[in-house]
């Protein structure tokens, strides 16, 4: 007569096959096991009077444990915001000194076409995501750079000079870095984590200045006064103090005797003035004849009056003169 098997076994066998089960469960936990670090960008130091551009390039770093295993799948996505500064127009803001701004962004490539964005902020963009089995051998042995180029647009006048700065530390308003593994029958796990950089920027003082020639045109002889004007141009940074200076020219002893000459040496003496009425003339500093103002970041336009007097009348010929404009701040 068979005999029936003794509960035993199979009470010991349920136990084995619950310890198993126990044990498949822990490993996502342990797999999951990425970090994540970013360099300061540092751009600078920042022409906002000239057109081009100013570029730099910073690096996010991913390194993942290598407990994740061959049969792992990963999926790393990393969003940008908008940055602590918040939004310039279009394009994300540097705050700088009594809330003076300046426009930059963030791009995933070094041709500044592809936003470094995501879901955070209202910026938008695209997100950066690593995935694939070349991916995963990468972030679990020496791990991953994503370099994250950062770039402001040229012409921004209205800029004080000064420092500019925003942070990315808010998480996930700034930054989110998830992490997804996978693993046969024990399924997908999530984490959600972040990381902290700084943009930065050095807007120093600055001037640019465009002098157009003066030219007195032709003339007979010299028994009366010959008037003519032109422009000098200058452009300096908003709020940035400078003086505009006249040289003496080549062949003047002083600031009284200008000439212009011809290619025999023949002269004929001129003037140049700050006023129309031609009673303040125009020098350097050092003589204290120069002119002074502040800068707004847009051109402004200031008039040379120049005046040949009369004067004994020297042979026909052209006769020039060159005279250094001199900007100081």
Not at 30 to 58: K, M, W
Request: aromatic share 6%.
């Amino acid at each position: 007569m068979p005999m029936t098997p003794a509960p035993f076994p199979r009470a010991i066998l349920l136990f084995l096959i619950a310890g198993l089960l126990t044990l498949g469960l822990a490993a996502p936990a342990r797999a999951q096991s990425c970090t994540f670090s970013a360099s300061n960008i540092v751009l600078g130091p920042v022409d906002v009077l000239g057109s081009s551009p100013t570029t730099a390039t910073g690096n996010i770093a991913v390194n993942c444990s290598t407990f994740l295993g061959l049969l792992t799948s990963i999926t790393v996505t990393i969003e940008l915001g908008d940055g602590s500064a918040g939004l310039f127009g279009s394009l994300r803001r540097l705050g700088g000194p009594s809330g003076s701004s300046l426009a930059y962004d963030l791009y995933q490539n070094p041709t500044h076409t592809t936003i470094f964005g995501g879901s955070q902020g209202t910026h938008g963009g695209q997100p950066v995501v690593l995935t694939g089995s070349s991916v995963l051998s990468l972030l679990t042995t020496t791990g991953m750079n994503v370099p994250v180029y950062a770039r402001i647009p040229g012409a921004q006048n209205a800029a004080v000079p000064g420092a500019y700065s925003a942070t990315f530390s808010r998480q996930p308003l700034d930054v989110r870095a998830t992490t997804e593994t996978c693993r046969p029958v024990l399924g997908c796990d999530t984490r959600v984590t972040g990381f902290t950089f700084a943009v930065q920027a050095q807007v120093r003082p600055n001037c640019r200045v465009v002098a157009d020639d003066l030219d007195f045109g032709q003339h007979g002889l010299l028994d009366r006064p010959v008037d003519a004007t032109s422009q000098v141009r200058v452009t300096c940074t908003a709020g940035t103090s400078y003086s505009l200076g006249l040289g003496h020219g080549l062949q003047a002893a002083g600031i009284g005797g200008r000439q212009m000459r011809d290619l025999a040496g023949h002269r004929v003496g001129y003037q140049l003035y700050r006023d129309a009425a031609r009673t303040q003339p125009w020098g350097l500093i050092a003589d204290g004849l120069a002119t002074t103002d502040a800068g707004t970041g847009v051109s402004r336009a200031v008039t040379v009056h120049g005046r040949v007097p009369p004067q004994p009348t020297p042979p026909p010929g052209a006769y020039s003169d060159t005279v250094v404009v001199t900007v100081t701040y």
